[in-house]
T-cell receptor, first 113, second 114 residues
Framework: NAGVTQTPKFQVLKTGQSMTLQCAQD?????MYWYRQDPGMGLRLIYYSASEGTTDKGEVPNGYNVSRLNKREFSLRLESAAPSQTSVYFC????????????FGSGTRLTVV | DAKTTQPTSMDCAEGRAANLPCNHS???????VYWYRQIHSQGPQYIIH???NNETNEMASLIITEDRKSSTLILPHATLRDTAVYYC???????????????FGKGTHLIIQP
């Protein structure tokens, strides 16, 4: 069982460049999430998708866009990267509803120079 | 969602029980208590959750006080691999199969000493 798979694991971008972080889950989960984690901080929610075809903003959505491509895949796009977006990005998924146990991916370490 | 208060860090000797406290004095009647942990550089891992009764699974036990204003996560026989940041989260599960994202604070850094 792969669980939640994130690609790439590491990325260095120049300011102003764009890129898409990929996330896929194979657990038939309905809901998917993108978080960022800055050094010494807890996780902050960027965007989430309660179900296929829906997306909603989280706590820190500015500078990001998302696409729920299908039930399995949820991508995060940085259109014009800024140094403030240097962070570790985690994707997660869950069935949603009463039991909301999340399964997280291993993260993408992004540095914007 | 109710605010939680956790100690910044704790130490525990290997083989002993690790007891991690969480204060959630403003919890409301329909809010659940969730615990996650994050081992260095990895994504968080779900541990356990409960409403009012004590819960136990293969990883840990969750003790919730009768007034529900605080809870304790217990790792019965801590190992070095239990060194991690432990997050206590209190929230209302979304209705109708929906989702709105968990809010993670800074958690407790538990260090298991050999």
């Amino acid at each position: 069982n792969a669980g939640v798979t994130q690609t790439p694991k590491f990325q260095v971008l120049k300011t102003g460049q764009s890129m898409t972080l990929q996330c896929a889950q194979d657990m038939n989960h309905n809901s998917m999430y993108w978080y960022r984690q800055d050094p010494g901080m807890g996780l902050r929610l960027i965007y989430y998708s309660a179900s296929e075809g829906t997306t909603d903003k989280g706590e820190v959505p500015n500078g990001y866009n998302v696409s729920r491509l299908n039930k399995r895949e949820f991508s995060l796009r940085l259109e014009s990267a800024a140094p403030s977006q240097t962070s570790v990005y985690f994707c997660a998924s869950s069935f949603g509803g009463l039991f909301n146990g999340y399964t997280f991916g291993s993260g993408t370490r992004l540095t914007v120079v | 969602d109710a605010k939680t208060t956790q100690p910044t860090s704790m130490d525990c000797a290997e083989g002993r029980a690790a007891n991690l406290p969480c204060n959630h004095s403003t919890i409301s009647g329909n809010e659940y208590v969730y615990w996650y942990r994050q081992i260095h550089s990895q994504g968080p891992q779900y541990i356990i959750h409960g409403l009012k009764n004590n819960e136990t699974n293969e990883m840990a036990s969750l003790i919730i006080t009768e007034d529900r204003k605080s809870s304790t996560l217990i790792l019965p026989h801590a190992t070095l691999r239990d060194t991690a940041v432990y997050y206590c989260i209190v929230r209302v599960p979304p209705s109708g199969g929906g989702a709105d994202g968990l809010t993670f604070g800074k958690g407790t850094h538990l260090i298991i000493q050999p």
